[in-house]
């Protein structure tokens, strides 16, 4: 506004219809300052009201002696029902008419042309107007000039020049070059708020796209990784059932074993000697018992390292951890706690150990014989070298075999109650 050569600077410059002065010619009066007089039209008189101009009033007046033009008479006629004779018969006898009362005649009411106005019952009488005396006009009572045509305009007060109502009495008005480029301006800042608007728009529904996306992301991982859990706990399913099935169908061939060799404990002391034999000796078999242990340790503790890599919380299971720890430490012996946790293939084992070891510990083979002599005297048959060598055999095997039962037994009865916290489905109590 500051460099504008057509205001200088002043933002306004002289109005375009007063050119400056303020006013401008009255519409009215056209600059005149008089106009025709709005009572008597220029014209000086005004018409009378009560005549209308002519001068004479019309006066009606009405007959006095009819009404509406017509007058009432009465007559006497015979009496229709006697018919002038005034008798009538009544009960087989003559008696006076009712109807006339006995006259012959009766009074009847006609209607006929007033004499007077001869049917005229209103006329119309001219008569001088009272008010204007005949004249039909007065003389206008506004003092509207030597000619009695113009009086003094009273939108300008007779001066012919009204207040400008362009720029209302302020000389001034906008400059038109400031105001277009205010105009500009405005359109420019309506222009540059509806972009950013847009763009505010745009990037609300980037921001909401990325948030689907990211959405979506983290549901299909969390797909992904109920799926892995999913394929995890088949898989551990799998292995707890194999390792069911490998439990139950090693005991059951055990027994198959025992009674084909007899199914007496004489027997077991041989099927010991030949298993110990087959995997190579007592160390062959603490060996496999040892193996078994880290394995199933270590993939306990990848399957943890797993779990804590992933953040993944353990599910919980419905089985309460304080009842299973009262049931190991009162009932650990029989397997309970292992079948409240549904632990199956542990309880298989548990069993397995305690009848292995208690079978193992009893089994002292049966003695031999005794021989009666001739005298009756019961007398034990010599011990041979093959006797003590087969006794301390089994000694020997008998001791590892009970021992190794009963710590597996113990094992799973106080170290299950202490340290086991999960169920048959990996849920943790």
Request: hydrophobic share 30%.
């Amino acid at each position: 506004m500051s460099g504008c050569e057509k205001c200088h600077g002043k933002g306004t410059v002289p109005c375009s219809i007063c050119k400056g002065k303020k006013t401008e010619r009255c519409e009215r009066c056209n600059g005149s300052g008089k106009v025709l007089c709005r009572k008597c039209s220029g014209n000086g008189e005004i018409a009378c009201k009560a005549c209308g101009g002519s001068g004479t009033q019309t006066e009606w007046s009405t007959c006095s002696v009819c009404h509406n033009g017509k007058v009432t008479k009465t007559r006497w006629i015979n009496c229709a029902h006697c018919h002038g004779t005034g008798q009538i018969v009544r009960r087989d006898r003559l008696g006076s008419c009712w109807e006339c009362d006995g006259r012959g005649q009766v009074k009847e009411s006609y209607e006929e042309i007033c004499p007077n106005c001869h049917g005229d019952y209103r006329k119309s009488i001219a008569q001088t107007c009272s008010r204007c005396h005949g004249r039909g006009y007065f003389s206008c009572e506004v003092k509207c000039g030597e000619h009695h045509k113009e009086i003094k305009c009273d939108n300008c007060d007779g001066t012919g020049y009204v207040t400008c109502s362009h720029c209302r009495g302020s000389g001034s008005e906008k400059c038109p070059d400031c105001e277009a480029r205010e105009r500009e301006a405005k359109k420019q800042r309506e222009r540059e708020e509806r972009e950013a608007k847009e763009r505010l728009e745009r990037e609300k529904e980037r921001r909401e796209k990325r948030e689907r996306e990211e959405r979506n992301r983290r549901i299909e991982a969390q797909e992904k990784k109920e799926a892995a859990e999913k394929v995890a706990k088949e898989r551990r399913d799998a292995i707890q059932g194999c390792g069911c099935v490998i439990a139950v169908t090693a005991t059951i061939g055990f027994f198959i074993w025992w009674w084909l060799e007899g199914f007496t404990t004489a027997a077991l002391p041989g099927m010991w000697e030949q298993a110990r034999t087959f995997v190579g000796g007592t160390e062959g078999v603490a060996k496999i018992f040892c193996g078994l242990v880290v394995l199933f340790l270590g993939w306990k503790l990848i399957t943890m390292f797993k779990r804590k890599k992933d953040g993944s919380d353990e599910p919980r299971s419905q089985k309460k951890r304080w009842k299973f720890v009262v049931l190991g430490l009162l009932f650990g012996f029989l397997g309970l706690h292992l079948a409240y946790a549904k632990r199956w293939f542990l309880f298989l084992l548990l069993w397995a150990a305690f009848i292995t070891g208690g079978v193992m510990s009893g089994g002292k083979g049966e003695p031999d014989k005794p021989t009666a002599d001739a005298g009756g005297t019961v007398q034990a048959p010599p011990p041979t070298d093959s006797s003590k060598k087969d006794e301390t055999v089994k000694k020997e095997a008998d001791n590892p075999i009970s021992g190794i039962g009963f710590a597996v037994w113990g094992l799973l009865w106080i170290g299950g109650t202490l340290f086991i916290k999960k169920d048959g489905k990996g849920n943790r109590m």
